[in-house]
């Protein structure tokens, strides 16, 4: 089997861990007991990798949507004797409603499939390939279902479907009239845990995804107040950054897979199932539009956390974290795996935990003020962290660094890291009071106005008639947008609005898509056009109040959305399809920013 198009993939969640599953009815990726944790089925990254596949006999058409505010899967089959659906979801657990969604997730996959007129006749087959498909488990039929043993992981498939088992891989056939059902949910432990229970019976399976589908409207019902332009778009992506939000810690990952390439082929293949201190400031804001303060504060207080004695000893601040606030996150190849298309190496971890950027700074310290009525009145350790990051940002603002987009060469001197530097010194003169830091404002200050200096000389290069990637450098950058979202610079300033002009013409491709930069970054091959930055250029041009612009450019991006509403990380200039870690919360916190961005645009306006 071929790899499938990124964008034939849905997303399953319980706010824990999270699946794939294709237009076929293939789940094809599923990590327990958390993002991060190994995959039970990798399809995704090899043809053998695993899956767990429900379809019809013979030739199928489908169609698929998630229920109404959830984040349950609904597959229609249709076939020339008979109509289908499959209903997929990640299990939450009992009874969590609202705020608690996912708290206390069992790690279930849960697959109902029901026969809603004449007869279909199904193939099902269930082939777990534990630890990234370098396990192949022994199944053995037991009564309630099937039980896979192998390695550190307990599986147990509760089905009244009795299944034909060779060697690793189980297939069975499901015939169903109008009315009659097949219901699966497969379980995980591990083998230091005590040993399955007793096997999920059809009512209780049913019971718990229907329990499932209450606790995503709770969630919906109380976050969801959004009213503007790309309403549904706006909530739907609300959902998906829930999806991506390690309920426990309230950490996000910034996608939910691992080595789906930014180039096809190429070696541009990293781990996203961590959290950036980078995505703070930008998520905050997007979560404060499309879902609720509480998520945001929740998110926060991990960052706060996981990072609050990184500036001890003079160190820099650590920019990523594992979703349970885990520091080291070595990254290392899994050489037996073929990868999405023929792209390797395939990696888990991540080695740019280990380089230095220094715009988390500004972002820390973007977050804290966006929550500032929220957070009440930081504890002691919490002001000595922000006042810690706010002087460290003064202190090494003029130093170099890897930059925003992790270039794997020689530190230079960024322009988006010194902007992010003085958004943490601004940030922190305006929570001076909240942070017991008055004596330090005169200090900050400075440092503030040095910054400003600094960008508004050096980061000007006049022959690229615009702000560029780094001082000294012709190169344009679709970071530099930030200098008008952050409040640096309004986005009607001359100087500001030819950046905007210049990344519009020159830093997108055919349609109007944005380029990162293309400039040399270390690495070999090309990669795709930026859905986030083609998102900051639309956010960018309405504060220019060129709402007419604003809105074609973010037409333009969401016109790559996939059939139940997911984004990628790029789109792929030749194929125009979605290339990258998928779904990507920050093309979704892009979407919803730039919304918004239009939405105030217009009724300064009065366009709307």
Not at 91 to 110: K, Y
Not at 247 to 266: D, K, N
Not at 449 to 457: H, K, M, P, V, W
Request: glycine share 10%.
């Amino acid at each position: 089997m071929d790899s499938l198009p990124i964008g034939e993939y849905a997303l399953l969640s319980d706010c824990r861990s999270a699946a794939l599953v294709s237009r076929d009815g293939s789940v094809d990726w599923l990590c327990f007991p958390r993002f991060d944790g190994p995959s039970v089925f990798c399809r995704l990254l090899d043809p053998v990798g695993g899956h767990f596949s429900i379809r019809p006999a013979g030739e199928f058409q489908v169609s698929r949507r998630y229920v109404d505010q959830t984040l349950v899967l609904e597959t229609t089959f249709t076939t020339a004797h008979g109509t289908a659906v499959l209903t997929d979801a990640l299990a939450i657990g009992p009874n969590e409603r609202g705020h608690e969604l996912g708290v206390h997730s069992p790690g279930t996959l849960l697959r109902v499939l029901a026969c809603t007129g004449g007869e279909i006749q199904a193939e099902v087959s269930y082939a777990p390939r534990p630890e990234y498909g370098l396990i192949h488990p022994v199944l053995v039929p037991v009564p309630g279902g099937l039980a896979a043993r192998g390695g550190a992981n307990r599986l147990f498939l509760s089905t009244p479907v009795s299944f034909d088992v060779d060697e690793a891989t189980a297939a069975a056939t499901v015939r169903l009239t109008a009315g009659q059902t097949a219901v699966f949910a497969l379980g995980h432990g591990d083998i230091a845990g005590p040993p399955p229970g007793t096997p999920w019976t059809v009512e209780e399976t049913t019971g718990r995804l229907d329990d499932t589908l209450e606790g995503w409207r709770s969630w919906s019902a109380i976050h969801q107040n959004y009213e503007g332009p790309w309403r549904e778009l706006v909530h739907h992506s609300g959902r998906v950054l829930q999806a991506m939000t390690f309920a426990p810690t309230g950490a996000m990952v910034a996608a939910p897979t691992t080595s789906l390439p930014e180039a096809v082929g190429g070696e541009r293949n990293w781990d996203y199932r961590y959290t950036w201190v980078r995505d703070a400031s930008l998520t905050m804001e997007a979560l404060w539009v499309a879902a609720c303060p509480d998520e945001a504060n929740k998110f926060f207080a991990f960052l706060a956390n996981a990072a609050g004695s990184a500036l001890q000893h003079n160190a820099d601040l650590q920019i990523m974290f594992g979703i349970g606030g885990e520091w080291d996150l070595s990254e290392r190849e899994l050489p037996h795996l073929a990868g999405w298309r023929g792209s390797r190496p395939v990696r888990v971890g991540n080695g740019a935990w280990l380089q230095r950027q220094l715009d988390v700074y500004g972002e820390l310290l973007g977050a804290a003020q966006r929550l500032v009525d929220q957070l009440g009145e930081p504890d002691p350790v919490t002001r000595r962290f922000l006042c810690a990051a706010a002087d460290a940002a003064a202190a090494r603002w003029q130093e170099k660094d890897q930059g925003i987009w992790e270039i794997r060469g020689e530190p230079r001197d960024f322009l988006y890291s010194k902007l992010m530097c003085w958004v943490a010194v601004d940030c922190a003169i305006g929570l001076a009071g909240h942070l017991g830091a008055e004596a330090r404002v005169a200090d900050w200050e400075t440092a503030r106005d040095e910054i400003r200096a600094a960008i508004l000389t050096r980061g000007w290069n006049e022959p690229a008639g615009a702000f560029t990637q780094a001082f000294g450098s012709e190169d344009l950058d679709a970071s530099s947008l930030m200098l008008t979202i952050t409040g640096f610079l309004p986005g009607d300033d001359p100087r500001m609005k030819a950046t905007i002009d210049a990344i519009a013409h020159r830093l997108t491709d055919e349609r109007g898509l944005v380029y990162r930069y293309v400039s040399h970054d270390g690495l070999a091959g090309e990669e795709g056009t930026f859905l986030l930055c083609t998102f900051w250029l639309a956010q960018a041009q309405a504060l220019a109040g060129d709402v007419e612009a604003a809105t074609a450019t973010f037409e333009r991006a969401v016109a790559a959305i996939n059939d139940v509403g997911l984004l990628a990380e790029e789109v792929d200039p030749r194929t125009d399809e979605m290339i990258g870690n998928f779904p990507q919360a920050f093309s979704h916190v892009g979407l919803v920013n730039a919304a918004w961005a239009i939405t105030q645009a217009q009724e300064r306006t009065g366009s709307a």
